[in-house]
């Protein structure tokens, strides 16, 4: 999850401006950016990863404390990366839209990054549905 959180930031806040806007520096987006009464949204993006990243480690302590079991653990840590591609989005909406009305542009993303972040996402939810699947088999009762 830290990983995704540091990957999703460096993609809206760094990776997908400079893709955007090839042959600008992130400095020169940044300040026709401002110039256009426009921004990045950083703090958002920053909270986003922080959020991502603090019920990560919540996660690890209670199942080291044992307030959870290991299996409860990997499908909460499942949910948390596959509600991160949606939340990714929103975090990193106003940024998409700031550089969309500063260079005229599309919002969407340039860099390749967000489709990786994308993927990890819904593999996430398969393997969350598969474990989900295979924790509420029941044994089949023998034969009398």
Known sequence: MVGYAVAGA?????????AAVPGATL???????????ESLAAPTVLIWAAIGTFLAAAILIAALK???????????????LVLAAPSHWMASFAAGMGLADTFAISGGDYA?????????????????????????????????
């Open 27 to 37: 400095a020169e987006i940044r300040t026709a950016m401002d110039q256009a009464n």
């Open 66 to 80: 044992h307030s959870i079991s290991g299996k409860t653990a990997a499908a909460l840590n499942l949910l948390l």
């Open 112 to 144: 390749p990054w967000g489709k990786v972040l994308y993927t990890v996402s819904a593999m996430s939810l398969v393997a969350l549905l598969a474990v989900v699947v295979r924790r509420n088999r029941t044994p089949h009762a023998p034969a009398v």
């Open 10 to 18: 460096l993609q809206v806040l760094v990776w997908n401006p400079l």
